[in-house]
């Protein structure tokens, strides 16, 4: 009797999980990770950001999106950034890795970035950039347990489903620019041009791979205002309207925020989802960041309340972001600086 209640209660188990993997499915239909400090992990957002601070620049970014589910959504990113003066040019290096599920259903992704900066006026800028990738898509099939190896004696060791290929390989590459002046900036990206192949099983004819990642167009902007120093306000206060907004087949998402600084300090707060929009409605999260900024080193943390359905069962989102700027030698003319937060 106990064994079949311990079995029973597997069972629902397995099944909560498969249920709540589903809803995951149909709010969050697009194929790439996230970050909502996505100014934080520039080169990841578009590789018109390469060399941005006109510096070297060493970042981390981790995210642990849905904690309460075992084995969520766990995405780790880390960066390397440097610009040539001589040219005005920046070229950027992003190491990108996202597991998910028992099975570890993993992506991994490695490139190269190259961005280019010249005037249009005295007051305006721009900054075109390109990005090639190597990426890989994998699964471990020895984690998972199909329904035919479950029985009330305990699970099988051998199914007979069939199993695919650890993991598949293939290229990719996107494109963005950017606009900014003093005190705004817009830009557009558009990813996964080239369509990699991430099926794990082998189809002799192109028709039949369901796998192939769709394209991912993103529109992001935002302005800065700074408080005029005073007596009593020696200290630079400047607050920050920023948002970006995705495209990917038949999935639309926008994230819009505020960022206070005050230095060192940063907050923020941001909403993710489409209130209006009949077609899209719907909430996702509200985000709540603090940092902390100084000339070299940043350090941010954020937490997504989630206020979809799935509220009860995530637990949100977990994110922690590092970076590290320095120069091996001294800058003679510093360009215009992008005005964009770096969280």
């Known amino acids: ?21 589903f809803l995951s ?21 578009a590789p018109s950001f390469a060399g941005l601070n006109y510096e070297n620049r060493l970042a981390m970014n981790y995210r642990n999106q849905w904690p309460e589910i075992t084995n969520g959504f766990v995405t780790y990113s880390v960066s390397f ?18 597991e998910a599920g028992t099975g570890k259903l993993r992506t991994t992704n490695i490139g190269l970035q190259y961005s280019f900066d ?9 900054r075109p950039g390109m990005h090639f990738m190597y990426t890989e898509r ?50 557009f990206s558009a990813d996964h041009l080239l ?10 004819e192109e028709a039949g791979n369901l796998a192939k990642v769709p394209i991912k167009y993103q529109v992001f902007g935002g302005t800065k205002y700074v408080a005029k120093q005073r007596l009593l306000r020696p200290i630079p206060t400047s607050l920050q309207f920023a948002f970006l907004f995705k495209s990917q087949k038949n999935y639309r998402q926008l994230d819009a925020g505020l960022y206070w600084h ?33 000339n070299s080193f940043n350090i941010g943390y954020s937490y997504d309340f989630t206020t979809s359905r799935l509220i009860t069962n995530t637990n949100g989102a977990h994110e922690i972001s590092l970076s590290y700027t320095f120069n091996t030698r001294e800058i003679k003319r510093r360009p215009k600086m992008v005005p964009c937060p770096e969280f």
């Open 262 to 294: 005050r230095n060192p300090l940063v907050f923020g707060l941001w909403y993710r989802g489409i209130p209006v929009a009949k077609s899209f409605k719907y909430n996702d999260a509200l985000t709540l960041l603090v940092g902390v900024k100084t």
């Open 1 to 21: 009797m106990e064994r079949n209640i311990h079995i029973y209660k597997l069972i629902k188990l397995k099944v909560i999980s498969i249920a709540i993997m």
């Open 25 to 45: 499915i149909h709010a969050v239909k697009a194929q790439d990770p996230q970050f909502s400090q996505f100014y934080s992990n520039y080169l990841y957002l």
């Open 81 to 98: 950034e440097h610009y040539f003066s001589k040219f005005n040019s920046g070229l950027g290096i992003l190491m990108l890795r996202d």
């Open 138 to 187: 994998g699964l471990d099939f020895n984690q998972l347990i199909f329904k035919d190896q479950m029985s009330a004696s305990g699970n099988s060791p051998v199914s007979a489903e069939v199993v695919a290929m650890d993991n598949v390989g293939d290229i990719d590459f996107a494109s963005s620019i950017l606009t900014y002046s003093h005190n705004f900036w817009v830009g």
């Open 118 to 126: 010249f005037k249009i006026t005295e007051s305006f800028h721009c």
């Open 195 to 204: 369509r990699p192949n991430q099926s794990l099983y082998d189809f002799e």
